[in-house]
Nanobody, 124 residues
């Protein structure tokens, strides 16, 4: 059974930084893409970033240049470094992974495994 567990969320002032972590168990992450999504109160789940098995990265325009996704296959963990945070980044952040190898989905519907989420709140 694949489990994903996020950590690292919290309250930060605008302009600050946070690093989210997502630890996986039940399978090795190395052959799979890993993604980060977020959901603000009253809104749908939004794509943030994804990293393929070869470490190719894709970002939403809203976070490009501020967020960095990375992976450590030895630790079976993926990270999201968030800098220059803005109040509009406030959301629950979710880690996700698809069931299939060699795909790098950008849509939430294409991901099969999800963590429970971690809250990020950015104050102005």
């Amino acid at each position: 059974q694949v489990q994903l567990v996020e950590s690292g969320g919290g309250l930060v002032q605008a302009g600050g930084s946070l690093r989210l972590s997502c630890g996986a168990s039940g399978r090795t992450i190395s052959p799979y893409a890993m993604g980060w999504f977020r959901q603000a109160l009253g809104k749908g789940r939004e794509f943030v970033a994804t990293i393929g098995s070869g470490s190719t990265t894709t970002y939403a325009d809203s976070v490009k240049g501020r967020f960095t996704i990375s992976r450590d296959n030895f630790k079976n963990t993926v990270y999201l470094q968030m800098n220059s945070l803005k109040p509009e980044d406030t959301a629950v952040y979710y880690c996700a992974s698809p069931r299939r190898m060699r795909v790098v989905p950008l849509r939430a519907e294409e991901y099969d495994y999800w963590g429970q989420g971690t809250q990020v709140t950015v104050s102005s």
